[in-house]
């Protein structure tokens, strides 16, 4: 059995709904191994450190879980997927520089968009780091690496939901 966290973040039916309300419902259904997060009215983030044998089965009992306490919720994003120099900087234990200056390199993984900041898929920095074997210099859990791929999968298919048309015109 491994531990696999993650964050689920739901946008409620109601945007002026107060989640604490869920909170006993959440507890009922089994997300006792989540951190509520009630920020804003209307959303609700769950940080889930949760058992299981594959990242993939302990994402989708979570999501199966909080539908039973909150069916009417929305699936807004799970993490970790997009992540800036920052972020990848804590995630691989190196300073923001040392990150930054592995992003830059001209194999590096293209971002995911490019602005102020940048960011990049989780999942496809940790391909482009073990394919090259500069996985070693790194910190890195495997339960991350399998985290990151789910969540990415995760993020597309809610991407791919909100499209009415088919897109496959536009692919070139």
Known sequence: MNEF??????????NEEDPSKYLDA???VGCDDAIVSLGKKGMISLDFIRDGIEANLAI????????????????V?????????????RILDHSRQNARMLMIKKDSPPPAHMGSPNFWHLSEVFEWLIKDDKIINYHVDNTMIEIANVTKKVNLSIAMAGIDEPISEFVI
Do not use: R
């Not at 989708?60 to 699936?75: E, G, H, M, Y």
């Open 77 to 89: 994003e799970a993490s970790p997927d997009f992540v800036t120099t920052t972020e990848l900087s």
């Open 60 to 75: 989708i009992s979570a999501l199966k879980d909080v539908k039973k306490a909150i069916p009417d919720a929305t699936l």
């Open 5 to 14: 966290e993650f964050t689920l973040i739901y946008k409620l039916n109601n």
């Open 26 to 28: 959440l507890f009922e």
